[in-house]
């Protein structure tokens, strides 16, 4: 197939700003994601793609070189750099059934973590601030190509402690050991600040992106007096240190929020929202409910992505342009991520509809 990309390389990561501070609709619409998958990236560039790391220095490399190429050619205005506070050591793995990949999938534990008890707690090795890597960052602030800047994705303060203990684990402890839970909560979001007040001080980053999934398809994780307690104070101390530095704070967040959307805008003051499923929330529905206070950001269902045959999804992209983009504060991207599952062909079509549609408005 013939690969797409746009006629006219000029990245400007004002245009990007623009629609994240919503300060009216700029030149052409803007992409967004979260991050692309190895795979996808190897398709459109033609060549082997080894899966985010820090080491080796020879895959951080050739990933890093990778991602800076894909997003620059595809029209983006920034490239992701990724930020991993902690190093998870238990993972669940299967096999990967995605056609073409070696990777395994991988999440987090269900039952039993690492940190299950006081004594545990007391002897899991923590991270310094000074312990964590930033070579992501300073890698693409190094190379990204004139009029681009990164966005830096880190872990939020809902998940960790979850992975860390093991769900379940979590889920009891909740209750019956409420300031074991809470501990690991003031732990985990110290680092976490550290984390987004140092990236926001580094020249050439553009934003914070708080990765950090608190529901599923029917509401939170968690009851949301417990999110109020344990995770929102953190965020808002984020959120008032990246605004600090003058920079956005994004939240990338799965699930059925609407019982917190008003604590994360009002309360948390996060600036763009991510993460959204039709089943729920379709994006246009969010524009149109949050759209005057925050950005929205991404959207297309990862379903329709997927499987949609290329005349509904062009209707189907185009659909949500006519009702995202009038007054600006949208920018186009999927509903999650650009995973190693969903069809180059599809992903290449939402983004030439977006830049056409840019051009080419009803």
């Not at 080796?56 to 490399?61: G, I, L």
């Not at 991602?67 to 238990?90: I, K, T």
């Not at 800047?149 to 872990?155: E, F, G, L």
């Not at 007096?225 to 967040?253: E, Q």
Request: glycine share 8%.
């Amino acid at each position: 197939m013939t690969f797409w990309q746009v006629p006219r390389l000029d990245p400007d990561f004002g245009r990007l700003e623009q629609v994240l501070w919503r300060r009216g609709e700029p030149d052409r619409i803007p992409f967004i994601e979260l991050y692309a998958d190895p795979e996808p990236m190897g398709q459109f560039l033609g060549r082997s793609i080894p899966e985010f790391c820090l080491d080796p220095p020879e895959a951080f490399e050739a990933y890093h070189k990778a991602a800076l190429e894909f997003f620059y050619r595809l029209g983006y205005d920034y490239v992701p750099s990724r930020v991993r506070a902690f190093q998870m050591s238990d993972w669940t793995e299967a096999e990967d059934t995605t056609q073409g990949t070696e990777q395994l999938r991988v999440w987090a534990q269900q039952g039993k973590g690492v940190i299950t008890s006081w004594s545990e707690f007391e002897r899991y090795p923590w991270p310094r601030i000074e312990d964590v890597d930033f070579s992501s960052v300073e890698y693409n602030v190094k190379h990204m190509p004139d009029g681009m800047k990164t966005i830096v994705h880190t872990w939020g303060v809902f998940e960790p402690p979850m992975w860390l203990m093991g769900m379940e684990t979590y889920f009891h402890t909740l209750y019956d050991q409420p300031d074991l839970v809470e501990a690991i909560c003031e732990r985990v979001g110290e680092i976490v600040l550290g984390v987004c007040r140092h990236a926001a001080e580094i020249d050439g980053v553009g934003g914070i992106f708080l990765g950090d999934d608190l529901g599923f398809k029917s509401g939170t994780f968690i009851n949301p007096d417990l999110l109020r307690k344990y995770v929102f104070p953190w965020y808002r101390r984020i959120a008032d240190a990246v605004h600090s530095n003058g920079l956005p704070l994004l939240l990338h967040s799965c699930g059925n929020l609407k019982d917190v959307m008003h604590d994360l805008i009002e309360t948390v003051g996060i600036d763009a929202k991510h993460s959204y499923e039709d089943t729920f929330l379709s994006v246009p529905d969010a524009k149109r409910l949050y759209g005057d206070r925050i950005a929205i950001l991404g959207g297309v269902d990862m379903d329709v992505l997927c499987r949609a045959t290329e005349d509904d999804l062009r209707a189907y992209v185009r659909n949500i342009l006519d009702r995202c983009t009038p007054g600006g504060g949208y920018a186009l991207g999927s509903g999650n991520t650009i995973a190693n599952y969903v069809p180059l062909k599809n992903f290449l079509i939402m983004l030439e509809e977006g830049y056409n549609y840019s051009r080419n408005p009803k």
